[in-house]
Nanobody, 115 residues
């Protein structure tokens, strides 16, 4: 499975962006999908997870602002980001964790939030 993320860019504080991640292969209903991010000088950390059972988990810093969703028919994962803050500036990576245990990463898309 190859992943390609898009939708990043420059936005002002309070603005919105919608990230998309398209998989070259199929994302099965039993696979979990997630978005991670890495700001300069920090480790990559999870932003949002959508597990195979439909359970969602969000980092505390993005709760009520970000929403992860998936479209299995289109092999696409989205991250809707609202009320963006400068601290959200990072490279965002999509991730697929298959039920087999194999994991796949996209190349990342840069989000920059200006103050």
């Amino acid at each position: 499975v190859q992943l390609q993320a898009s939708g990043g860019g420059l936005v002002q504080t309070g603005g919105s962006l919608r990230l998309s991640c398209i998989a070259s292969g199929s994302i099965g209903a039993s696979d979990s999908v997630a978005w991670y991010r890495q700001a300069p000088g920090t480790q990559r950390g999870i932003v949002a997870l959508l597990a195979s059972g439909g359970i969602t988990v969000y980092a505390d810093s993005v709760k009520c602002r970000f929403t992860i969703s998936r479209d299995n028919a289109k092999n696409t994962v989205h991250l809707q980001m609202n009320s963006l803050e400068p601290n959200d500036t990072a490279v965002y990576y999509c991730n697929v964790l298959q039920s087999s245990g194999r994991t796949y990463w996209g190349p990342g898309t840069l989000v920059t939030v200006s103050s």
